[in-house]
């Protein structure tokens, strides 16, 4: 009976500390949760967009795809000598190669695109991709174009803000007993805009709570994983992303082609798809290869990966999903749980919708805050 009286004497004082976080929350970090939630959404669809946006620059000349990662790179170099950092294997929504270049070292360096014609080892043409409209978009959502002022941090807050607002919304949303949850997921007909407003609100909020609960903890882990990596080692092991080196022959011996690179890691990894190729740099001087599965949606880019020593061949590090434990799984999986590719179309599209609710939630949950102020302010004269 005594323990009944004083969790009913906290349930008013937790409601209130809710309400005033949850109000905080939406009123301080609501204008640039809209914002991430919004370029999210474009992100979903970033390289769709691109493509459609640059036509010419992803439009080969044939079906064919007779032309080896050797050969494109040798085309982009003709084009562009700066350094390749990145070869993008043709696609369904890019279905050209794609050579990343290096303009500058570090954080700093410019990424210049050239895209190479799959069926004649021609160069389509070149680009600042830095500055490119689409990945501009994308820097804005991850960093909001804070690079150099702890940006990427700043949205990582803005993803635990938006966890907690959507927890404490969630307690205060949930139906007293008697009242049916249906009902708070409604929005009712013949109600006053007031009641009309924070209806919306609850509806927007209810329906999309699961999606930006996924992606807020997908966010955070992205942005923190040195401070999530400890909490999903409770359950698994979930080790640092590597960047393996390989020991170099003790003799002078010549370093492997990039064909010869593809053919060996294919070779390791028959029942997968090469995605993305990256060459040795000064900080890693083994070769990365990255897999998707077959017939993967095209915006779930990379699965797994696997490191291959540039002198023999062999497999440096295996971070492929049968080599990883399930807590390293979960954090390769993040980005793509993030915009919703590990779910295929159906996931890209909810959490493309999902990127709207933190707009009209902002919009909704401000207006009726202002009403009541309104409301009060008036019977106060």
């Known amino acids: 009976m005594v323990a009944g009286l004083a969790a009913a004497a906290w349930t008013p004082r937790l409601r209130r500390a809710f309400i ?74 890019w279905p050209v190669w794609i050579t990343i270049h290096a303009h500058g070292k570090g954080g700093h360096a410019k990424l210049w695109t050239t895209m190479v014609d799959p069926s004649n ?9 830095t500055d490119s409209f689409a990945f501009t978009i994308y820097r804005l959502h991850s960093a909001a174009l804070l690079h150099d002022w702890w940006g990427k941090e700043l949205v990582g807050a803005l993803g635990i803000g938006l966890l907690l607002s959507a927890l404490s919304g969630l307690f205060l949303w949930w139906p007293r007993p008697g009242r049916r949850i249906w009902r708070s ?69 010549p370093m492997l082609s990039s064909e010869q690179i593809v053919e060996l890691a294919r ?73 919703g590719a590990t779910f295929g179309a159906i996931g890209r599209l909810l959490v493309f919708a999902a990127g709207f609710a933190p707009l009209a939630l902002f919009l909704s949950g401000f207006m009726a805050w202002r009403s009541r102020r309104l409301a009060r302010r008036a019977l106060l004269r």
């Not at 021609?122 to 600042?128: F, M, N, S, Y």
Request: charged share 15%; proline share 11%; net charge positive.
């Open 185 to 253: 997921m409604s929005i009712r007909r013949g109600v006053s805009p007031q009641r009309l407003i924070i209806d919306l609100h609850n509806a927007t909020g209810s329906w999309m709570l699961p999606a930006l609960i996924l992606i807020a903890v997908a966010g955070i882990g992205i942005v923190f994983p040195n401070g999530v990596r400890p909490i999903i080692g409770l359950f698994s092991v979930a080790t640092p992303y590597p960047s393996p080196k390989a020991a170099p022959p003790a003799k002078e011996a």
């Open 20 to 93: 005033s976080l949850h109000r905080w929350i939406g009123l301080i970090a609501g204008p640039l949760l809209a914002l991430i939630g919004l370029t999210g959404s474009f992100n979903v669809f970033y390289r769709e967009i691109d493509a459609a946006l640059n036509p010419t620059l992803y439009q080969p000349l044939g079906p064919e795809c007779n032309v080896t990662a050797a050969e494109a790179m040798r085309a982009a170099a003709a084009v562009d000598p700066a350094p390749i950092t990145s070869i993008i294997f043709p696609d369904q929504t």
């Open 121 to 129: 080892a021609k160069a389509l043409g070149r680009r600042d991709y």
């Open 267 to 339: 070779a390791a990894k028959p029942g997968l798809d090469i995605a993305v190729l990256n060459p040795p740099v000064e900080a890693r001087n083994t070769w990365r290869v990255l897999f998707r599965p077959p017939g993967a949606d095209p915006a779930l880019r990379s699965r797994g990966a696997v490191w291959l020593d540039p002198w023999t061949g062999a497999i440096v590090h295996d971070r492929t999903p049968d080599a990883m434990s399930m807590g390293d799984r979960y954090v390769t999986e993040q980005l793509w749980l993030h915009n």
